[in-house]
């Protein structure tokens, strides 16, 4: 035998030296959950070792991952049911939880690259992503909304905004305003290809944010579709999209694959909270090696295509695996 692949796997060091794809501390962002209050740090049931912060504590969080070499966070907010109504309006004052402690983030870490998101559903009485009229969700007048969301998003420090909402034309209309107020530094991470999934469960619990009624099959994308995929994204590239995102990324590494291939802008994959807490699920119960689960995770999401991997695992891989 002239060939025998085995002698490329002999030792660590040459498995390290011929392996075909590495995962960095630098590829990761990390999403973090934001609660009102003070020294507020409350554990998330359905998601072993992650938290809802209080900023004080959101504040020692950041600063103990930027220690890691962790840089990239996408900073969620929890609102009470008391503050929400129909059209999501306190995500529009200036003075509300989020954008205040976005605004003293970049005061304290100027040099962190702080991702948001831009979406009714953390806001909206409904849960849903957009505005709810006689149970349609209507495109056109959340599209407004979203445009003015992103804009105070901007204005408080934002570095990259995540419309994660499914809206047609709502990143053509975010880059518009965006461009228009002089914020065209601010990058746009679309959420491309955000399918209608079942592994969303422990993040809605996490927000509050589940829908009251219905689902949100006429706005997320359909399991079974990835040519549909091409077609969000293209729409996304040409409206001035800076990123294009699949989200989730464990069931959907071949529209990851897809669209890595037919698009050079870079690819970001979103390790949602269902695949964070299946793995956490077996670990805890002994079934599987958790660390070993995380990695080869990753390590595949990163092998699909995604140059970017929002995870909830990436203080664990930065404290463990920091490299």
């Keep these: 035998m002239l060939q025998r692949p085995r002698r490329n796997r002999q030792s660590a060091v040459i498995r390290e030296m011929v392996a075909e794809t590495t995962l960095r501390t630098q590829d990761l962002i990390f999403p973090l959950f934001l609660t009102a209050g003070q020294g507020k740090a409350v554990p998330i049931a359905s998601m072993p070792n992650l938290f809802r912060f209080s900023a004080d504590k959101l504040l020692a969080e950041m600063e103990a991952c930027l220690k890691l070499g962790l840089h990239t966070f996408a900073l969620f907010p929890h609102f009470e049911e008391s503050q929400k109504d129909k059209y999501g309006s306190i995500s529009l004052q200036i003075d ?3 954008l205040q402690t976005i605004r003293q983030l970049k005061t304290y870490f100027p040099e962190v ?3 948001t998101d831009v979406a009714l559903d953390p806001y909206s009485s409904d849960g849903h992503d957009g505005v709810v009229e ?5 495109n056109d007048e959340t599209v407004e909304i979203l445009g003015n969301m992103a804009l105070v998003q901007a204005q408080a420090g934002a570095d990259i905004i995540g419309p994660s909402d499914m809206m047609d034309g709502r990143v053509q209309h975010i880059r518009q305003v965006l461009d228009k107020n ?5 990058a746009i991470m679309a959420y491309t290809a955000k399918y209608a999934s079942a592994f969303y469960g422990p993040f809605r619990d996490a927000l509050d944010s589940a829908p009251k009624l219905g689902d949100k099959k006429t706005y997320q994308m359909n399991p079974a579709n990835v040519r549909e995929a091409l077609i969000e994204a293209r729409l996304d590239a040409a409206e001035g999209a800076d990123f294009l995102m699949v989200k989730p990324a464990l069931a959907y590494l071949d529209v990851i694959k897809t669209l890595h291939d037919a698009f050079d ?3 970001a994959a979103y390790n949602v909270s269902g695949e964070y807490a299946m793995i956490k699920a077996a670990a805890q119960n002994g079934w599987i090696d958790g660390e070993k689960a995380m990695l080869e995770t990753l390590l595949s999401i ?3 295509g995604a140059k970017v991997i929002l995870t909830y695992f990436a203080k664990e891989f930065a404290t463990k695996f920091r490299f």
Aim: proline content about 5%; hydrophobic content about 50%; aromatic content about 10%.
């Design 113 to 115: 690259c702080l991702m």
């Design 96 to 98: 509300n939880l989020y």
């Design 182 to 186: 002089k914020f065209q530094h601010v």
């Design 265 to 267: 802008l870079p690819i």
């Design 302 to 304: 990163k092998r699909a």
């Design 134 to 138: 006689n149970g349609v969700i209507l």
